[in-house]
Structures are given as C-alpha cells and as structure tokens.
C-alpha cells in the first residue's frame, strides 16, 4: 500500500517512519519550527503537548463554540438570503464560520468574518504566503546560484509584509497567553502540560503553534463543507436523501449534537465520499529517502529521492474504486452494494496516516459533521448558479486549493 510505504512507521524493518522532504516543508524565515516543518526528534516533543488539545474530552468541551458560532453562520445565512433573493455565496461564509472557530480555540478571538462579512486582512495575507511557498519550494529545487538569484528578487516590500504577518499572528498568541483563563481552548491545553517534567515548548513555539493550527486547521474544513455541498447540489438525489434522513433523525435543531451526529452512518459516507471526491489537503506531501534504499508498492526506490502518494489522484483512480468519478455514499456502508466490493478503501487516508497525520482530525470531523447537518437541517439547497458551475473542475491547487465563490440558492426551511 503505497500510503503506508510513504508516511506510516516502517514496521517491518525497524528503521521508522521516512522524514518530511525539507525542500517541500520550507520554515518561514526568523520562525521557529512548527510542528509540521520540525524535524522527527522535535516533532515527537511538539505532538505530544499539542496532542491534548485535540483529545476526546477537549473537543466534548470545544463542542459549546462550534455550536455558538454554527448558529451564528445559519442566522448570518438567513439574513444573506433574505437579502439577495436566496442567493448566497457558500464558500465564503463557511470560511468566516470555520476562521472564527479556529480563531476562537487558537487566541481565544475570532476574526469576526461571520459579524463583519470580511474576511480578516491577516487571513488574507496568510493564505497569499502559503500560495507564494508554493513557487519558493519549487525554487528550491534548483541549482544553488538560481535560488538565491530568485531569492534576492523577492520585493522588500513583500518580505516585510510576510514578517509583519508573523508578528501579528505572535501577538494576538501573546495576549491569549496573557489571559489568565482556564477555558478549553487550545493554549489552555498546550500550557497546562507544558510543565510536565519533561521538555516543554518555547513561547515562540506556543506562539507558533497558534498559527499553525489556523493555517492547518480553517481553510482544510471550510473547503470539505463547500466541496460536499457543491457535490450533493450536483447530486440531487443523494442531497434529497441527506436532508430527510437528518430532518426525520434529529426532529429538533438541538438533536443535532455532536454524540448524536458521530453515530449517523449516511451523514458520515456523504463526508467520506466527500472527502474522496475533493480532498482539502490534496498537495504532493513529499517525503524523502535520505540515505536509504526504501521498497515502496514492491518497487525499490533509491536513497535521496523525493517521494510522496498524490491523495486526489488515487481517489479517483479506477484501479482503486469503481465508477470512481461518481458521487456514490453509499459505497461506504456496511452494507454497500455488490458493485463496490472491490473498492481498496484503505487507499482513502485525507488525514494522512503514521506519526505526522493530522492532529486536528477528531476536531475536523465534529465541525464537519455539525455544519453539512446544520446546512441541511435548516435550508432547502435549491440550485448551484450559473457563474458557479464546475466549481471544482475551475479550480487550481496552490498547496491547498483556491477556492472561488459558490453562489448557491436557498430557502430557509419551511415545515
Ligand atoms: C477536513 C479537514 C482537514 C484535513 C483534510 C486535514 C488534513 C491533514 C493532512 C493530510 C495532514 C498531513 C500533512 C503532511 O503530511 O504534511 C495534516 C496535518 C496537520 N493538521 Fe490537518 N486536516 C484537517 C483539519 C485540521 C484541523 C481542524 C486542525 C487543527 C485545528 C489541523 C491541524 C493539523 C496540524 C497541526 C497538522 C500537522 C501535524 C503533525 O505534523 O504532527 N488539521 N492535516
């Protein structure tokens, strides 16, 4: 299985998992390492305090802020509709909803998308650094002389404003640290076992980490949301399935609980086929074979070689699932038809899978789950508009993919 070879624990051969490609998992510069570019040594440190952040017990007590600003997004979606004759711009709503989540459990704020209808200017600059890593690590790639020709080319104007940022995302971290409160958010968590007896994290890396997670952990779901609604509209039947199936399980809005939605078997293959079909994390996640000679698929691939497993790809390979380019949930019930038998489900890992999966998944799934059930608990979805069609086909991926608006018409429920 070429996902394991790539990124699990090499098992087998004790020689563990193959380390993150360093041209691919480029720092930013005067940063400390996050825990996604740090090496395996400081990684293991790093994953374990940030771990308790996203355990069971804290996403139960993160629950109530999904919950407040879920709300918040369906009343600011009525208010839209009402508004602009039912037309809505859906991906740029369920961004401000997941950013002012992510804000909320990052530096105890939101960035007020969901009040103000604006995105936030550092969010902005912060997705327009990850599209420029983007062009950088292909530079890196190249012969010393040219990258540091590129690199010199690079406008003052455009390195102070990335630093700028930076400094930004490091204060607002500041001033939650500052806070002396208990609430379950992710710096509670991180500061509270910082001080375990064995090696904490740095203020720079707590400060980090809080930019890490808004990076990681807003743009990722808020494109799964858009993806799947964008999909089911296309699918009518299986959107028509969903939201009677949620509307007869869960007879009251405050059905609609996070124990209660993990249960739901459809909802949960509507997400994977989602997931399959449009997976937010669908760059090349390279990693590399240092100094060794590393079997991947029962192929022998030499030492200093890139390699990685391109998630997009294999999910729509028809070697790996049949009628691979339809929108089918119902491959992934227990009960599945006939047809799908042979589908190799173990390839579909949107959370990568060994020591460097992600480490937000738990949390992904519960807001996941809440906002399509809130979507279609509350709103009649009625149509994609015309400057929407091929939303995805439209699409280009710089690391994650940039999305455009997704002006859908809705109607909010009637009995
Ligand atoms: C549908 C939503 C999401 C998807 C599909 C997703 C996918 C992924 C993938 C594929 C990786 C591995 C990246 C690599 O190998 O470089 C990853 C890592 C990571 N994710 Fe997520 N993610 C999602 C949501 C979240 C959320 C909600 C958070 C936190 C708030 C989060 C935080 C992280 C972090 C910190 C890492 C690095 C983990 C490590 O290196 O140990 N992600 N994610």
Known sequence: MIALDVYALKQSNQNGNLPKDPKFYVRAPGSPDTISSANDADHRRLRRLQAHAFSEKAIMLQEKYLRYYTDKFVGRLRDEALHHNGVVDLAKWVNFLTTDVIGDLSFGESFGGLATGKLHPWLDTLFTTLKTFTFIREILRLPLPIINAALACIPRAMKDHQKGAVAFGAESARRRIA?????????????????????????????????????????????????????????????????????????????????????????????????????????????????????????????????????????????????????????????????????????????????????????????????????????????????????????????????????????PRRD
């Open 179 to 411: 806070r002396k409160t208990d609430r379950p958010d992710f710096m509670s968590y991180m500061m509270k076992h910082n001080d375990d007896g064995k090696k904490g994290m740095s203020q720079a890396e707590l400060e980090m980490a809080a930019i890490t997670f808004i990076v990681a952990g807003s743009e990722t779901t808020a494109t799964m949301i858009s993806g799947t609604m964008y999909l089911l509209l296309r699918n009518p039947t299986v959107l028509s399935q969903l939201t009677q199936k949620i509307r007869s399980d869960f007879p009251t809005r405050s059905d609609l609980t996070g124990v209660n939605l993990q249960q739901h078997k459809y909802l949960n293959s509507v997400l994977k086929e989602g997931l399959r079909l449009y997976p937010p994390a669908p760059d090349t996640l390279f990693r590399t074979t240092n100094e060794r000679n590393v079997m991947v698929a029962g192929k022998l691939v030499p030492p200093q070689t890139s390699i990685t497993m391109n998630l997009w790809a294999a999910g729509q390979d028809p070697i790996n699932f049949h009628r691979p380019l339809e929108f089918v949930p119902e491959r992934w019930m227990e009960d599945a038809p006939s047809e799908f038998q042979n589908d190799d489900k173990a390839v579909f890992r949107p959370f990568s899978v060994g020591p460097r999966d992600c480490i937000g998944k738990n949390l992904a799934w519960a807001e996941m789950r809440l906002i399509l059930a809130q979507l279609v608990w509350n709103f009649d979805f009625l149509g994609i508009e015309h400057d929407s069609r091929l939303w995805i086909e439209r699409q280009k991926i710089f690391s994650l993919w940039e999305k455009i608006p997704l002006n859908v018409c809705i109607a």
